[in-house]
């Protein structure tokens, strides 16, 4: 059953986790998920899966220092769900800034999944995604909720 009280928990942490990445805070952004191997992440770059939290913190590194300037995230079609100690968001994400040299802009589509700890909201999974055209094996970055076929 959905309460009101975990899902805006939820949506609240969600907002702390856009700001602290908006904020490229490595140490901050390892304080939203689970410790150890009670975390993974399917994300959009290689490995096909992050499992462990040092793993994670890695990636973190790595991408930060990737970018130039400000980072921008964008929420859209947002939906949070949440028991008393397990829920997940489902949303659209907007990814705007300027990584290795060249200007990006680009939606990607994230699920986050979510256990309560200690009553802190941890995540316990990550997926990041951008569909695929099969035909020429090619990632469709182009897409947006106001395209959401391309141009």
């Known amino acids: 059953m959905t309460t009101t009280a975990p899902v805006d928990e939820l949506a609240l942490r969600m907002e702390q ?43 973190w590194v790595d991408f930060f220092a990737a970018w130039r300037g400000p980072l921008r995230l964008d929420f859209a079609d947002v939906e949070v769900h949440a ?37 802190q909201w941890l995540m316990i999974h990550d997926h990041v995604s951008v569909p695929l055209d099969f035909a020429t094996g090619r990632a469709l970055t182009t897409l947006s909720p106001s395209k959401p076929m391309g141009e």
């Open 17 to 59: 986790w856009r700001k602290t990445f908006e904020a490229k805070d490595v140490e901050g952004m390892m304080s939203f998920y689970a410790d150890g191997e009670a975390f993974s992440a399917f994300d959009l770059m290689p490995p096909i899966e992050f499992r462990g939290g040092e793993m994670w913190r890695r990636n």
């Open 83 to 119: 028991s008393t100690d397990l829920g997940f968001a489902r949303l659209l994400v907007r990814l705007v800034g300027t990584m290795n040299g060249q200007e990006v802009d680009l939606w990607v589509r994230t699920t986050n999944c979510f256990r309560r700890v200690d009553g």
